[in-house]
């Protein structure tokens, strides 16, 4: 089963708005290097969400938001809605990142509805799951998530599944240098996609996952040789066009 490959970088809380439209410019112009073989974006601050969109022209880039809210309006003060995100032009919005449900408080329960809203607005969600270090540890991390994958999925139609894009991110491995190695990573994967197969017979083949958690140039080939690992969810590394780049080259 064929799955383009899909590389997406989140920028957190980094880069001003000029700096965004620099980056976009320079990645439009190295990006045909690529030939079209992987499927790209980035996931600006929400503020610098116009400035890529613009900067980035033409170019095969798609554009993330990093959050939105699970209703579509109402009392919820300094939030923004799917249909605010819509509106500005992106296509995906990155939904439960592990920052988001430890800083922010976030549950299985919102991530679900803001999953369910992304689709309902016409928004490819990029859902986030991975386990802590402690729940690793006492081996606890394949039912950790997989419940938190089943909390969006089961309420997805299988048209929709085929659309999702799910990153399995290790929370141990995010911005610490460390790495699920390509196997164990490979091992989570299959099973996410396994999981998904018990309702979604055939949909499970097309659902993309991306590994995330300190995906670097030198280590994006091993990663992304395995079957089960589609593309990658890349943070410090999708700073700097280069560095980018190099994990781009690796599909
Ligand atoms: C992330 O924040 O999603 C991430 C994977 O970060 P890093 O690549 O820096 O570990």
Same mark, same amino acid.
């Given at each position: ?6 590389? !997406? ?13 620099? !980056? ?15 499927? &790209? ?27 939105? $809210? ?13 249909? $605010?995100?819509?509106?500005? =032009?992106?296509? $995906? ?11 922010? =408080? ?54 929709? &599944? ?50 995330? =958690? ?13 079957? $089960? ?14 560095? !980018?780049? =190099? ?5």
């Amino acid at each position: 089963m064929a799955r383009t490959p899909i590389i !997406f970088g989140n920028w957190k809380l980094n880069k001003s708005s000029i700096e965004t439209a620099e !980056f976009m410019s320079n990645l439009a112009k190295v990006l045909p290097k690529l030939e079209n073989k992987v499927e &790209v974006g980035l996931a600006p601050v929400m503020t610098c969400l116009t400035h890529a969109i613009s900067a980035k022209n033409d170019a095969p880039i798609q554009v993330a938001a990093q959050d939105m $809210h699970w209703l579509e309006h109402g009392a919820f003060t300094g939030t923004v809605s799917a249909q $605010h995100i819509k509106e500005l =032009g992106c296509t $995906h919005v990155l939904i439960g990142h592990s920052e988001r449900r430890q800083l922010f =408080g976030e549950t299985d329960g919102r991530v679900s509805d803001k999953v369910r809203l992304a689709f309902d607005t016409g928004l490819t969600p990029i859902a986030c799951v991975g386990e802590n270090l402690t729940q690793r540890e006492s081996g606890q991390a394949e039912d950790i998530v997989l419940r938190q994958v089943d909390a969006f999925v089961q309420r997805l139609t299988a048209d929709e &599944v085929k659309e999702l894009v799910i990153a399995y991110e290790p929370i141990w491995a995010i911005g610490t240098g460390q790495t699920a190695t390509p196997e164990d990573a490979n091992q989570m994967h299959r099973a996410i996609r396994e999981s998904i197969r018990v309702k979604f017979e055939d949909a499970a083949d097309d659902v993309r996952i991306q590994y995330g =958690g300190s995906v670097k140039p030198a280590n994006a080939k091993a990663l992304l040789a395995q079957a $089960h690992i589609d593309g990658a969810l890349v943070g410090g590394a999708s700073l700097k066009v280069e560095d !980018f780049m =190099g994990i781009l080259s690796a599909c």
